[in-house]
């Protein structure tokens, strides 16, 4: 059981816009900024956003996230085939004083 | 370019150690936290433990504390995992991090008898 609650898939046609969702407390998401990472198994996971909600060099501006209170989201528009991956969100948690990851949301582009 | 590449994974037994390396290039490596993750096979990504630029501050999850330590050398840009007592269930990959923004591509323990 994660700490941050995201679901466990999600799924949208190329050109769509889809929102990944993820929960947690005052003591991670409600205090602190979320990171979200793109990550095929067996590869380097990747940052898509970071806490102060820039994108790394190379991220398409597709790619947003926002937070309110405990809660944040990813937004990814105009949906590609190769955005097909798990997403995951991150944070520090003051409560485990550790970082925390959400379980992840597999996206599917049908 | 930023780099990071992982070492020292492999098959180990109950009870058994293992020593993670993680060689750095490419940014200013004494600047940055660095991190430990890990995927189990069918899990989530999971985060493992951190350290400090100057190794005064070091974090574990729960389930690895008093049996892995994180550990680093600047003049060698390299940030290491020791661990001890490793059970089945801390077969993973594991990835190494500057500052959770850039990852390794990961090297893989697995603790089976």
């Known amino acids: 059981q994660s700490v941050l609650t995201q679901p466990p898939s999600a799924s949208g046609t190329p050109g769509q816009r889809v929102t990944i969702s993820c929960s947690g407390s005052?003591?991670?998401?409600?205090?602190?900024?979320v990171n979200w990472y793109q990550h095929l198994p067996g590869t380097a996971p990747k940052l898509l956003i970071d806490?102060?909600?820039q994108r790394p060099s190379g991220v398409p501006d597709r790619f947003s996230a926002s937070k309110s209170g405990t809660s944040a989201s990813l937004a990814i528009s105009g949906l590609q085939s190769e955005d097909e991956a798990d997403y995951y969100c991150a944070t520090w948690d003051d409560n485990l004083s550790g970082w925390v990851f959400g379980g992840g949301t597999k996206l599917t582009v049908l | 370019e930023v780099q990071l590449v992982e070492s020292g994974g492999g098959l180990v037994q109950p009870g058994g150690s293992l020593r993670l390396s993680c060689a750095a290039s490419g940014f200013s490596f004494s600047s940055y936290w660095m991190s430990w993750v890990r995927q189990a096979p069918g899990k989530g990504l999971e985060w493992v433990a951190n350290i400090k630029q100057d190794g005064s501050e070091k974090n574990y999850v729960d389930s690895v504390k008093g049996r892995f330590t994180i550990s680093r050398d600047d003049a060698k840009n390299s940030v290491y995992l020791q661990m001890n007592s490793l059970r089945v269930e801390d077969t993973a990959v594991y990835y190494c991090?500057?500052?959770?923004?850039?990852w390794g591509q990961g090297t893989t323990v697995t603790v089976s008898s």
């Open positions: 005052s003591s991670n998401i409600g205090s602190y900024a």
């Open positions: 806490g102060q909600n």
């Open positions: 991090g500057a500052s959770m923004d850039v």
